[in-house]
């Protein structure tokens, strides 16, 4: 792909636009577009999710750079991002199945057989797999997980507890959770645990939803009492697991990027502003309120660059170093500054919900500046992702290199 911030599409990829477009126009029903508040979402929405990516897999849309021989498109990083800008154009319901971050740890760590019997059937949309890292008392610090594995035979027994893990509507299922397990508890710190695919539903494994005022019921506690996992679905060694979580959260971190970013707040922002007359006069003519919105736009700007910078340099197999965090901390304080710039432009109007009369864009402020809030603390916090950060550009008490990657690994297709 090429890193162009003009409109440079070339003929061929016009085309594929468009039929990805006509594509979408005919699958995706009215009665399919995403709500306002994702907690409006249900079961029956979640079946359609699940049929609609299994339409876009076989398609090889779902996950357009992975490898074919794994289940994914074999396209290039422009074909993803044109997908990308043509789902989200067709504002088809969007629910978490398989976050992003399952799949590098596979696509890396395991085996040939590993890849085909539980990465091939996760990216054509076959099975879903959900990311189960937090604990109650380990979720900055990850590494002092008290959640073990027991070898049984062949097998291992695992026990421990999980909150926040999120996907899906409620009573909803994934068919594996992707964790960590201490499984030497006399090992050193980060070389005692391995990463296990653990399926559910299992004797023992127990899921409940958290509801979040955040994100409603997408979060769960998750509960194990020597579930028995069976010794072909350790990801890695049984002293590997930090390295192949690593690899995950190096993608977790935005160690991939964005192909196509937008924010809808400032768009609704600089709408708003003008749309809107207070006293005949049209909002954005205001000075703190032109002041604010172009605040937002600008943020909007920069992060859109700097995630898409990344997914360039990702793409293009280069090493990404601290460039995804970078983007990652921008995102999360100008993502928290929109919401505040919300709260300026729009006054007590940002803070009208989805079922008040004459809210504007149908309560979209109101549902952001609450989910914000969460968006903010998942995949690690911002302080954690600072302390990589310094110590990736070596500002730090440790130095760190970014950790191998599908990209580096040469598991992507361009
Ligand atoms: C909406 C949402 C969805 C989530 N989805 C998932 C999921 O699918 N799977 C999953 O495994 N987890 C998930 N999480 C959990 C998330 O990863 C954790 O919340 C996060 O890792 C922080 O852990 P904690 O909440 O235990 O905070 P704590 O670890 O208790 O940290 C509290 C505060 O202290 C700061 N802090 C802690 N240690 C340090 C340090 N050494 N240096 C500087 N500051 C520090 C943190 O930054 C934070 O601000 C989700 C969370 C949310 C909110």
Not at 81 to 99: D, F, K, M, W
Not at 171 to 194: E, K
Not at 312 to 330: C, D, K, P, T
């Amino acid at each position: 792909m090429d890193f162009a911030i003009v409109d440079t599409e070339t003929r061929d990829q016009k085309q594929f636009r468009q039929e990805v477009r006509d594509w979408l126009e005919k699958n995706v029903p009215e009665d399919r577009k995403q709500p306002v508040d994702s907690r409006d979402l249900d079961s029956d929405d979640y079946q359609w999710v699940l049929a609609f990516r299994r339409a876009l897999g076989k398609k090889g849309w779902l996950y357009p750079t992975f490898p074919k021989e794994y289940g994914g498109g074999g396209l290039t990083g422009d074909h993803e991002s044109i997908i990308e800008e043509e789902i989200t154009r067709s504002n088809a319901l969007r629910i978490g199945v398989t976050p992003q971050m399952v799949f590098p740890g596979i696509q890396v760590w395991g085996t040939e057989e590993q890849r085909q019997r539980f990465l091939k059937p996760l990216v054509t949309g076959e099975k879903a797999c959900w990311y189960k890292m937090t604990e109650p008392q380990s979720g900055a610090d990850l590494a002092g997980i008290q959640t073990h594995a027991v070898r049984d035979g062949d097998d291992w027994l695992i026990t421990g507890q999980n909150v926040f893990i999120s996907s899906g509507t409620g009573d909803d299922r994934p068919d594996w959770l992707y964790g960590l397990a201490i499984t030497d508890p006399n090992a050193p710190r980060h070389r005692n645990m391995g990463m296990f695919m653990i399926p559910f539903p299992s004797p023992g494994l127990e899921i409940r939803s958290m509801n979040l005022l955040t994100n409603g019921d997408e979060s769960h506690f998750i509960f194990l009492d020597n579930v028995r996992v069976p010794g072909d679905h350790l990801i890695g060694g049984d002293h590997q697991g930090w390295q192949v979580g690593s690899t995950s959260r190096e993608v977790e971190h935005g160690g991939a990027g964005r192909a196509a970013p937008r924010d809808p707040v400032m768009e609704n922002l600089v709408e708003y502003a003008k749309t809107t007359k207070v006293n005949g006069v049209t909002l954005g003519k205001n000075p703190v309120v032109q002041q604010a919105t172009m605040d937002a736009y600008t943020d909007a700007h920069v992060q859109a660059l700097m995630l898409k910078r990344t997914y360039w340099l990702y793409h293009n197999r280069m090493e990404v170093q601290h460039e995804g965090h970078m983007a990652n901390v921008h995102g999360r304080d100008s993502s928290l500054r929109q919401t505040l710039r919300a709260r300026e432009v729009m006054k007590m109007y940002s803070l009208l919900g989805t079922k008040e009369p004459g809210a504007p864009h149908g309560g979209a402020e109101e549902v952001d500046q609450r989910q914000k809030a969460g968006q903010n603390h998942a995949g690690g916090s911002t302080n954690i992702i600072r302390v990589i950060l310094a110590r990736r550009i070596g500002i730090s008490r440790t130095e760190e290199r970014a950790p191998v990657t599908p990209a580096t690994a040469g598991q992507i297709t361009g």
